[in-house]
């Protein structure tokens, strides 16, 4: 386990906020839901890649 010096270093910290930047990502990923309603209102284009 890493100890309290470590996470008070920069690169401890760094890895804080790296870790609280994925779980924020996953938790807003979670959330959002595209619909067909919303990709029609916004005008994407469907392309077939053969």
Not at 3 to 26: E, H, P, T, W, Y
Not at 33 to 49: D, F, R, Y
Request: glycine content about 6%; hydrophobic content about 55%.
């Amino acid at each position: 386990m890493y100890d309290r010096r470590f996470f008070q270093s920069k690169l401890g910290q760094a890895s804080i906020a790296s870790i609280a930047a994925m779980a924020l990502f996953v938790a807003l990923s979670g959330q959002m839901q595209a619909s067909p309603a919303m990709a029609a209102t916004i005008g994407c284009e469907q392309v077939e890649l053969a």
